[in-house]
């Protein structure tokens, strides 16, 4: 999807929380601090930009696509001088040191036109650190409060929206902390995040937070329809990508780094089957490992993701749960119904603290090598074992 114009209407579905910030707006009841929470590709940051042209050009009554066209157009083309971003960023080959966002506003408005259901790996990858962890550091903290301490251009609101704020380091945090106390006139924070039990309590408790499901896959499939996809596979695209417009997307296109994951996940589970008393599945392994610790830290975190998203799958299936199961291997050969037996009750539970306490070590700069080698001699018990 292409958002050309940053309205309500652009964003798919969750007609209720439309019509609450609409409410908000209209009653002049908008609080000065908000955190809107939803899982990645359901739309968060288009609602808050279509919320945000909302309050700046006075678009009270209705989109108003008539009228206050100057400050429509700034907003459509996000240039809009009293609307702010902040976002994940890391130093990079164009910014050698403290890089904050305004060195990559150009990417950005182009990331968010093209991309606005995107996560952020998709982001990383488009300014070229798909490598690194990003961050939203004190620089940044510092710039924020820079403009939000100055007068509005046109009279009206200062609107900072933070994107992926559970990315903000503690020093930033703090800082934020100090402008949501003590708020500068007119000027609202929207912070937006997919995990808000990474933010720290004192900023969360003084938002006013508004929760995103995941998107109703009769929304999917609407927007599926109107890009030319035929009945069928839009439907199935749309149960696959279970709320995710940015994975129906990436289905759609071929794109998704779930292919990718796909194939480590099956190499993976189908090495360490065979690893028990056997060295030479055990060199595989070790290979394995190798491939997956020379890929970006994001990578590894989004994979370990995918396992425990495939493990549960997995449990769903074996407890005849089938209803609940989205997700699918294409690959040829692997049968997820024939592995979700080795999934049960005596080993789904030390299985995700070994796929959680491998993401909280990668997150922490350990050595991938290590941790992706230990995890899979790890899986090779945890899979033999018998279920109950």
């Not at 003590?182 to 720290?200: S, Y």
């Not at 209803?323 to 291997?329: D, Q």
Request: net charge negative.
């Amino acid at each position: 999807m292409y958002l050309w114009d940053m309205l309500f209407k652009n964003v798919l579905g969750l007609e209720h929380i439309k019509n609450h910030l609409v409410t908000t707006a209209e009653t002049g009841r908008v609080a000065h601090a908000q955190l809107f929470v939803g899982p990645e590709g359901s739309g968060v940051l288009p609602m808050a930009i279509a919320y945000a042209q909302y309050l700046l050009c006075g678009n009270i009554g209705g989109e108003n696509e008539g009228g206050h066209t100057d400050c429509n157009t700034k907003c459509n083309s996000l240039s809009h001088p009293d609307l702010h971003f902040a976002f994940p960023v890391s130093n990079s080959d164009k910014i050698k040191s403290h890089a904050v966002s305004d060195h990559y506003l150009e990417e950005w408005r182009q990331f968010v036109k093209e991309q606005p259901y995107g996560n952020l790996f998709d982001w990383y990858r488009h300014i070229g650190i798909e490598k690194k962890q990003g961050q939203i550091g004190v620089d940044e903290a510092q710039d924020m409060v820079k403009k939000l301490s100055l007068k509005s251009y046109e009279g009206g609101y200062k609107i900072l929206i933070v994107w992926m704020a559970e990315k903000m380091n503690v020093s930033a945090a703090n800082k934020l902390l100090k402008l949501i106390e003590e708020p500068p006139n007119k000027t609202i924070l929207l912070l937006l995040a997919e995990d808000e039990e990474q933010i720290i309590n004192t900023i969360r408790s003084r938002c006013q937070i508004l929760n995103f499901p995941p998107l109703a896959e009769q929304a999917i499939t609407d927007a599926l329809l109107l890009k030319g996809v035929d009945q069928t596979e839009a439907l199935t695209i749309a149960l696959e990508a279970n709320g995710n417009f940015n994975k129906a997307l990436d289905l759609l296109n071929k794109d998704s780094e779930d292919l990718v994951f796909e194939r480590w996940f099956v190499q993976w589970v189908r090495s360490a089957f065979k690893a028990k008393g056997n060295k030479a599945a055990v060199q595989e392994l070790i290979l394995w490992s190798d491939e997956v610790a020379k890929t970006g830290r994001e990578v590894q975190k989004k994979f370990l993701n995918y396992c425990l998203t495939m493990m549960r799958q997995a449990l769903l299936i074996n407890y005849s749960a089938k209803e609940l199961v989205h997700a699918k291997i294409h690959m040829e050969g692997f049968d997820l119904n024939k592995f979700a037996p080795f999934v049960h009750e005596n080993n789904i539970l030390d299985i995700v603290k070994e796929l959680e306490q491998a993401i909280f070590h990668v997150e922490r700069n350990g050595n991938s090598k290590l941790i992706f080698t230990d995890l899979s001699i790890k899986l090779t018990r945890l899979l033999h074992a018998k279920a109950a």
